[in-house]
């Protein structure tokens, strides 16, 4: 009977004559079969040929948009024809009123504004006595309106007095914690 050690060597070498003659069974089954190998190359050129097709679609879809294109900023370079005067003034006439520039004004257009420049006034004084202070409501609260400030610059920092009303917390009653 062989001991662990001589057991441990007969495995070595049969193991070592078995694996490459597994390798090569493995080999020759693990290969694919003629069908399956020209399965896959039809499968290659069918791929390549519907490539080859939407390479050539994308190749005139560029070249219509850029002919689009083309033709597009040639009709915005060509100015219309001119139209006549007489033509232009019997158009305007059918239409209506004009204004001072001879353009047709339309029903129902916003009235023209004449803005006219009015020159600067001289006396402030005198425009603000004109005003008329007598219609202006007696609900309205001066808290509640913009006051307009005007700061002196040769005012000293001891003259300016601010508000310092600090009242006590009137909520000093309630516990917070």
Do not use: Y
């Amino acid at each position: 009977m062989p001991t662990t050690k001589e057991w441990i060597v007969i495995v070595a070498l049969v193991s070592l004559i078995l694996i490459p003659i597994c390798w090569k069974f493995w080999k020759g089954w693990d290969r694919p079969s003629l069908a399956s190998l020209l399965e896959m190359k039809r499968r290659i050129r069918e791929r390549d040929i519907r490539e080859a097709f939407i390479e050539e679609d994308a190749k005139v879809r560029e070249e219509q948009r850029l002919e689009a294109a083309r033709e597009l900023s040639l009709r915005k370079a060509q100015a219309p024809p001119p139209v006549e005067k007489a033509v232009l003034s019997s158009a305007f006439g059918n239409l209506g009123v004009t204004d001072s520039t001879g353009t047709a004004v339309l029903e129902g257009s916003a009235p023209q504004v004449s803005q006219s420049i009015e020159p600067p006034v001289e006396d402030v004084g005198s425009l603000v006595d004109s005003l008329e202070i007598e219609d202006i409501a007696e609900d309205v609260i001066p808290e509640a309106v913009p006051v307009a400030v005007q700061l002196r610059g040769d005012a000293g920092a001891d003259e300016i007095k601010w508000d310092a009303n600090q009242e006590k917390d009137d909520w000093s009653d309630i516990e917070w914690s």
